[in-house]
């Protein structure tokens, strides 16, 4: 029922929303990612900047042979993110996350961020839910640390 | 003694040098003919203490107070929707319809297939990343309702008045930048061959600051601050400043041209209004022609929480006539905070490698092979 009235709003104002709305992205995803190259990396958090105009997050991924690849991830402008609270250990270096994303073009371990999960699979959002959405707020407690990462030497990359 | 006087003298340089400046540039003309120099417009007076002034804060010479933190969000299109003809006010319950749904929208954004208006971020066929996941949202960052049907408030139609001829067979390519089809400063690009092709707003060297200033991606914050001889107002995305000189003369010479143009400011009543002109060719809003192309501005606080803010856009060799538009700037909390882009150097890498790795794909592709799309872009 919910779902139907969403949508029964959407659709009355579908006219209004496919009117030109002067936002834009800062730069073509594009030309960076690749859509033909989705990627999903359970990983561990190793380092994370806030740059302009995006923020990376690089984690460590490991395989079942015991071999580690460091995976950079793009993500969002820090300037909403400080101002929403978020700071470098936000998400503590040893969180283990699920990210989901495209690989780049060029870098086999470089991609984007398109969002991540902790791996019960609550949402990680810094910015809280939507007013009336039904979306899950999650942001890491100590328990979303992994134990034997706690004292993992965050000067890694 | 002498250290004295030169100590005296570099200090009353530089307080006159922004004060004189504009008027020195304004005499180099390119011209060698004598023309009349235009006259700098005077303010109006501000109120006296026995006239009636209206319940907005005021600064202590009496200007309405523009100082603070607004954000221009929006979920409100530039021009009107067929569906709005004739009203440029929506109801209450149609403008909470449109709300509730831009909230709804920019929360689910892979689930609007289809909808053009909300650009590449909300465009669930670019490689992009989730914008709630890092509080990029217009409803994570300020927006309210807009009771407009659009933007655009003249012509009384709400939508952009038709190109000239010469407009439309105007490149869009210009010194070397890939000038922008849209209202920014740059755009999204596709590929890019050399570091030129990344454009203006992927380098940040001149984004979202305007003159007009329109909603921003994101960061689409302002600092404005005030004093009787300047009004300055930073962006918060890309951190730029534009100064506007109040009652301060004529613009500078019809040789110099800026990113932002070159403004003029003056009180009429209530209203600060900003006459902007100078523009650089690759800056131009909407490809327009930057010999010809003047922006006014009109800044009017109309409560605690709001500035009525208009743009009137006057380009007779772009445009068969001038245009307007009206865009609520909601105040917010700061502060805000820099945008140290740095040339966007990771981007340009990423970029730049994608496009040689393109390259190297499409000549590795056996021939006869069907074109795969390298993105949905």
């Known amino acids: ?157 | 003694m002498k250290r004295r006087f030169y100590i005296r003298f570099v200090v009353c340089a530089a307080l006159l040098t922004p004060v004189l400046a504009p008027r020195f540039l304004a005499g180099q003309s390119g011209s060698p003919s004598a023309k009349p120099v235009p006259q700098a417009r005077e303010s109006t007076k501000p109120p006296s203490k026995n006239e009636t002034r209206s319940a907005v804060p005021r600064t202590p010479d009496g200007r309405p107070d523009l100082h603070g933190y607004w954000t221009n969000l929006s979920f409100t299109p530039l021009e009107r929707p067929a569906k709005y003809q004739g009203r440029e006010f929506l109801t209450d319950k149609e403008m909470q319809e449109v709300y509730k749904a831009g909230l709804q929208v920019t929360y689910e954004g892979a689930s609007v297939e289809g909808i053009e208006g909300f650009g590449e971020l909300y465009n669930p066929t670019s490689v992009d990343y989730d914008v709630n996941t890092y509080a990029l949202s217009p409803w994570q960052n300020g927006i309210r309702p807009n009771p407009r049907s659009s933007l655009v408030v003249d012509p009384p139609d709400g939508r952009i008045p038709p190109l000239t001829a010469e407009a439309k067979a105007r490149p869009t390519r210009r010194g070397g930048f890939t000038y922008v089809e849209d209202d920014h400063h740059g755009g999204g690009i596709v590929h890019a061959d050399v570091p030129a092709d990344l454009g203006l707003n992927t380098t940040c060297i001149s984004m979202q600051a305007g003159p007009p200033l329109l909603p921003a991606e994101y960061n689409s914050n302002m600092l404005i601050v005030q004093s009787p001889g300047y009004v300055a107002i930073e962006r918060e995305v890309g951190s730029e400043v534009r100064v506007i000189p109040i009652d301060a003369g004529p613009h500078v010479s019809a040789n110099i041209h800026q990113w932002h143009g070159d403004a003029r400011g003056h009180w009429e009543g209530d209203t600060l209004v900003v006459e902007n002109t100078n523009f650089r060719p690759q800056a131009t809003y909407r490809n327009a022609n930057p010999k010809t192309l003047k922006i006014t501005e009109r800044f009017t606080r109309i409560d605690k929480d709001t500035i009525e803010y208009k743009f009137t856009v006057d380009d007779p060799t772009t445009w068969t006539k001038p245009w307007s538009a009206i865009i609520p700037m909601s105040r917010v909390n700061g502060p805000i905070f820099e945008y140290a882009c740095s040339e966007d150097n990771n981007d340009a890498v990423n970029i730049l490698a994608g496009a040689r790795a393109a390259d190297k794909a499409a000549e590795e592709k056996p021939k006869g092979a069907s074109s795969v799309p390298i993105s949905h872009k």
């Open chain 1, 1 to 157: 029922m919910r779902a139907a009235l969403v949508m029964a709003v959407l659709v009355v104002t579908l006219g209004l929303l496919a009117g030109t709305m002067p936002m834009q992205a800062h730069h073509a995803f594009a030309a960076t990612f690749d859509t033909n190259k989705p990627v999903v990396v359970h990983c561990m958090i190793t380092k994370v900047e806030l740059i302009n105009p995006h923020s990376w997050f690089w984690c460590d991924e490991k395989a079942a042979d015991g071999t580690t690849t460091n995976w950079g991830f793009e993500g969002g402008c820090p300037n909403s993110l400080i101002r929403h609270g978020v700071t470098k250990a936000t998400i503590p270096v040893g969180t283990e996350l699920i990210i989901q994303g495209y690989q780049s073009k060029a870098f086999e371990h470089k991609g984007v961020g398109v969002n991540m999960t902790f791996p019960d699979g609550r949402k990680f959002l810094f910015g809280g839910s939507a007013p009336g959405a039904e979306g899950e707020v999650a942001t890491p407690t100590k328990d979303d640390i992994a134990p034997a990462t706690k004292n993992d030497d965050s000067s890694k990359k």
